[in-house]
C-alpha cells in the first residue's frame, strides 16, 4: 500500500495553516511552539530548523529527539477518527499533533494539553 500523501508533506508548510489555526483563537504562536515542543522533544532552536530545511512529516518524526511518553493519554477524534485507535504509528503521531493544536485552538488550558 502506498504511503498517505499527508506523509510527505512539509511540516513547514503546515506549520504556518497552524499558527494561524491557534492565533485566530487568541493562542500565541509561543503556545503553539511549547505544545510541539512537548510532543516531540525538538528544542526551540531544533523546531526553526526542520522548517527551515522543509522536512516532510515522516522525516519529522523520525528525526524528533525524544517523542514525549504521555503522548499515549491523548484521546479523541480527529479527522472522524479516535486518535487512540489508529494503528499506523507514523499516521497516529500526525494525529497527535493535529489534536493538540484542535485543543490550544478551542482555548483548552497549557497544563491540560501537555497533559502535566
Not at 39 to 56: F, H, P, R
Not at 81 to 102: A, C, S, T
Amino acid at each position: 500500500m502506498a504511503d498517505p500523501k499527508v506523509y510527505h508533506m512539509t511540516f513547514a508548510s503546515i506549520y504556518p495553516l497552524y499558527v494561524n489555526k491557534v492565533e485566530r483563537k487568541d493562542r500565541t504562536q509561543a503556545e503553539l511552539d511549547e505544545v510541539l515542543r512537548w510532543l516531540t522533544g525538538y528544542t526551540q532552536e531544533q523546531l526553526l530548523a526542520q522548517i527551515a530545511v522543509a522536512v516532510d512529516l515522516e522525516q519529522f518524526f523520525a528525526e524528533a529527539p525524544r517523542l514525549n511518553p504521555n503522548r499515549t493519554l491523548i484521546k479523541g477524534v480527529v479527522c472522524g477518527v479516535r486518535v487512540e485507535n489508529i494503528e499506523e504509528p507514523l499516521m497516529q503521531e500526525i494525529r497527535y499533533m493535529d489534536k493538540l493544536v484542535d485543543e490550544l485552538a478551542k482555548g483548552k488550558a497549557l497544563a491540560k494539553i501537555l497533559r502535566s
